[in-house]
């Protein structure tokens, strides 16, 4: 993957071992670092190689199943190499939502840009995060192995509509069900203000 020049994007997917089914394990791969690749993606969800955007769908698809996350910090992983490259938010976008009910209740599946569905609940959280300055939220979903989409504006107005309250730990919150789990944005009270 580290020799980049020579077989630029093309290279680098024929590196990569070809799974039959699922993903790879990339978390069990420890790899040494090879250094960071001029590769990013950026808050759009857009992957730039060499500052140009990857316009292949199946080539940001296969390289999105062995993203790796160690702190605050993205790799690209194969059992022998382990590159870094740049990410400005969080890897994935939740552009779609399908909402539904089963036996249990609602139930929240979004689809990312790397046309992954993930059904918000049990392992896969809901979070919504302050933004500083604004006082707006910017909610994201838990895809996989510490790696989050964040959910487009639509989307949350969306989820929005489809929120209710209830008390958590003693305070009225407001939030969103999916799984049997409620996932809070914020105090039913604060909201009310700028209704």
Known sequence: MAK????????IAAS??????????????????????????????TWFYQKTPIGRPALVRLFSTILKREGDKYFLVTPVEKVGLDVEDSPFLAVELKAA??????????????DDWVEAGPGHALKFVAEPGTGGLKPYLHVRRDLWAKVTRALFYDLVELGEERDVGGKRMFGVVSR??????????ALREFA
């Open 16 to 45: 990569l071992p070809r799974e039959k089914r699922g993903l790879p394990p990339v978390e069990r791969w420890n790899p040494p670092f090879c250094g960071d690749i001029d590769m990013k993606i950026a808050g759009d969800g």
């Open 101 to 114: 009910r089963d036996e249990r209740g609602p139930v929240l599946a979004f689809r990312t840009n790397v």
């Open 4 to 11: 980049t020049g020579q077989g630029g994007l093309e290279a």
């Open 180 to 189: 049997g789990e409620f996932f809070p944005m914020a105090e039913a009270s």
